[in-house]
């Protein structure tokens, strides 16, 4: 089975400095990844995803993610953080062919200005 | 608004009492996913449906729930004779999956979910 580990439960960064939200992932197989962010009383937003192709993969709102097969891990990365940045931001995993997506508990990101 | 809506958005209920959650995805697609999450937790899957066929169930869907997509559109999940274990976000999403030729796997879109609330 699928499983997602997202080991810090919240990540501090200053306003204008880089923001990296941790990732890895098991499955068998080859993986689908994908990056949410779910803002308060609001539902999960989608930020990007890897399917295949090009390790680093751009998004929206300036995130990036590079995927990493050796060390099975999805990282996310923003080279500025923005205080609208801060949310809670999931990664999940699925692998070919199949249609669950497996979520980490999240991470709770606060940009502090 | 073009995107997934769920109804409704609250609902408290009494133990022992039955719920229906409706979920309207988004309208060209075929995917309609069911998952649930809890405080301090990612989205578990529950249930996923290709146009009208319930194609998959995950152990948590137990035979209290049921959902149902009757005519490739919209969909209902509904919990049968509540417990407090149930209180959580009921999360629904969609996606357009191409399935003839070269298959494509397209991100899943959710919609702002439904607090349960079972006292």
Redesign the interface.
């Known amino acids: 089975a699928q499983s ?1 580990a997202q080991p810090e439960d919240q990540v501090n960064v200053a306003e204008g400095n880089p923001l990296t939200v941790k990732c890895t992932y098991s499955v068998s197989g080859n993986p ?1 990844l ?1 990056w ?1 962010v779910q803002y308060p ?6 930020l990007l ?1 890897y ?1 295949t192709g090009d390790n680093l993969v751009k998004g929206s709102y300036g995130f990036e993610a590079e995927f990493n097969k050796s060390q099975t891990s999805f990282h996310l990365k923003k080279p500025s953080a923005l205080v609208s940045d801060s949310a809670l931001y ?1 990664c ?1 995993v699925t692998p ?1 062919g199949n ?8 991470n709770q990101v606060v940009v502090i200005p | 608004d073009t995107g ?1 809506s769920q109804d409704p958005r609250h609902k408290i209920t009494k133990r022992g009492q039955n719920v229906t959650f409706r979920c309207d995805p988004i309208s060209e697609h075929n ?1 309609l ?1 069911w ?1 649930r999450q809890t405080l ?6 529950l249930t ?1 449906f290709q146009n009208e066929a319930q ?2 169930k ?1 152990r948590l869907l137990s035979d209290r729930f049921s959902a149902e997509r009757p005519k490739g559109s919209f969909s209902t999940l509904e919990i049968q004779r509540t417990e407090q274990g149930d209180s959580a976000m009921y ?1 629904c ?1 969609s996606s357009f999956t191409k399935t003839s030729g070269r298959a494509t ?1 397209n ?7 439904t607090r349960l609330t079972v006292l």
């Open positions: 997602v689908y994908f949410y009383n609001r539902g999960l937003q989608f995803k399917i999931f999940a070919w249609n669950r997506l497996a979520f980490g508990k999240g | 997934v995917r996913y998952y301090g937790q990612g989205p578990e899957f996923y194609l998959e995950s999360l999403a796997y991100e899943q879109f959710f919609g702002p979910g």
